[in-house]
Nanobody
Framework: QVQLVESGGGLEQAGGSLRLSCAAS????????MGWLRQAPGKEREFVGG????????WYANSVKGRFTISRDNAKNTVYLQMNSLKPEDTAVYYC???????????????????WGQGTRVTVSS
C-alpha cells in the first residue's frame, strides 16, 4: 500500500507560480506511475498530468501544457508539480494519485488511479 500527502497549495496571483509536492509513504514508490488531477468548485475532476515510474515520460492536459511541469525524485519518494504562469481557471483542489503496476489506464482516459492523496487547495486571483 502507499499513502500520499500533498502540500504546497495556497493563494497566488495570476501569472505567479506554485510548486506542489506529493510525499509517498510505503515501499516501492518507483513502481508506481503517478499523476496530478484537480477539481474546481462545481466542476468534474480532470487530469492535469502524469509521470512514468522512472520519470522518463510525462503527459499533460492541453490546458496546462507549457506552464506546468511534473517531476519525481524516487530517492525521496516524492512527486512534484511546478505550476507557472498561473491563471484563475487553475483554481482547484489538486490531488496526487498513484497507479499500480497492472494499471495502464492512468495517463489517458479514463485516468484511472488506485491510490489518492487528500488534496491541496490552489486559489489563483485575478
Amino acid at each position: 500500500q502507499v499513502q500520499l500527502v500533498e502540500s504546497g497549495g495556497g493563494l497566488e496571483q495570476a501569472g505567479g507560480s506554485l510548486r506542489l509536492s506529493c510525499a509517498a509513504s510505503g515501499r516501492s514508490f518507483s513502481s508506481y506511475n503517478m499523476g496530478w488531477l484537480r477539481q474546481a468548485p462545481g466542476k468534474e475532476r480532470e487530469f492535469v498530468g502524469g509521470i512514468s515510474r522512472s520519470g522518463g515520460s510525462t503527459w499533460y492536459a492541453n490546458s496546462v501544457k507549457g506552464r506546468f511541469t511534473i517531476s519525481r525524485d524516487n530517492a525521496k519518494n516524492t512527486v512534484y508539480l511546478q505550476m507557472n504562469s498561473l491563471k484563475p481557471e487553475d483554481t482547484a483542489v489538486y490531488y496526487c494519485a498513484a497507479a499500480d503496476l497492472y494499471n495502464d489506464r492512468w495517463y489517458h482516459p479514463p485516468y484511472e488511479y488506485d491510490y489518492w492523496g487528500q488534496g491541496t487547495r490552489v486559489t489563483v486571483s485575478s
